[in-house]
């Protein structure tokens, strides 16, 4: 196969014992037809077909073959493409979320500590890989409307009046109108737009109740309630990991979902943030 490899045409060997590029003690074959994956003139792998039998390939045998690596090769390649444009991708929203964070120093380092909490509670859930994605995205961007507060409440020392509030909580609705015009992200606004929600129906925006409420919304406001109680906030100083817990516990099936709870019980905290 290296010598495909290297000339990057394809080839038939009907007698593979009497071909001196044959190693003795290798596996027994009697006759193959190679032919090379080529992405422009790079050959990036081959596709053989081996026989332990004498058969008789013929030039149209290596056609056909050679079809096949050709369409293997650009499907091979426009994996490669995806994977990384996604990177990419993953990196400038993580830049987005965190230019956004940092308007805020109080919360430094809450967006990657949300998403790895996220990921762990998901992850022992048993979500599939595609809603862990989705947890993914939604958990980096799920503060992104905060881009529409003003500095001044954002960044209030001391408590927050009614009025404020009901500002601050516009940062969900804000992240829905962020997010939409991307399709890419059609299916995280549910978990940007509904991790406020509580499990008994007295969250916002929408009142959204149980199971209503997107299980990747139902993670992340887990996830973000620990991070908030456990570090400290201007108006605040953070509780320590035991007392949030039994905070989670108190509340679990009326501000939180049961399971979700449950799940981050078992979580290793300190290795999610590995
Ligand atoms: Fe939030």
């Known amino acids: 196969m290296g010598c495909i490899m290297d000339s990057g045409k394809g080839e038939i060997i009907n007698n593979v014992l009497s071909d001196s590029r044959y190693i ?7 006759s193959m037809m190679c032919a090379p994956l080529k992405i422009k003139d790079r050959v990036i792998g081959a596709i053989c077909v081996i026989s332990a039998k004498s058969l008789n390939y013929t030039a149209e045998d290596l056609k056909i073959l050679s079809a096949l690596a050709l369409q293997s090769a650009a499907a091979i390649e ?6 990384s444009l996604k990177d990419t991708f993953l990196t400038a929203v993580y830049t987005l979320a965190e230019t956004i964070e940092q308007r805020d120093p109080y919360t430094g380092g809450h967006t990657k500590r949300v998403t790895q909490y996220s990921l762990a509670i998901g992850g022992e859930l048993g979500l599939s890989g595609e809603d862990l994605e989705r947890l993914k995205f939604a958990a980096i961007l799920h503060d992104v409307g905060k881009i529409g507060i003003k500095d001044n409440i954002l960044q209030k ?4 009046t009614r009025e404020e509030f009901n500002l601050i909580k516009k940062h969900t609705v804000y992240g829905q109108k962020v997010l939409k015009h991307v399709k890419y992200f059609k299916d995280i606004i549910p978990g940007v737009l509904h991790h406020h929600e509580r499990f008994d129906g007295k969250g916002y925006p929408d009142g959204l109740r149980g199971e209503e409420i997107d299980i990747i919304a139902r993670i992340i406001a887990v996830a ?3 991070d908030a109680m456990t570090t400290d906030r ?3 100083k953070g509780i320590c990991h035991e007392v949030a817990i039994e905070e989670l516990k108190r509340c679990s099936g009326s501000q939180w979902d049961g399971d979700v709870v449950e799940a981050f019980l078992k979580i290793d905290v300190l290795k999610a943030l590995e």
């Open 24 to 30: 003795k003690g290798s596996a027994k074959i009697s």
């Open 78 to 83: 426009n994996a490669r493409l995806y994977d």
């Open 157 to 160: 020392d001391s408590d927050l």
């Open 224 to 226: 973000d309630s620990y």
């Open 234 to 236: 201007p108006y605040r």
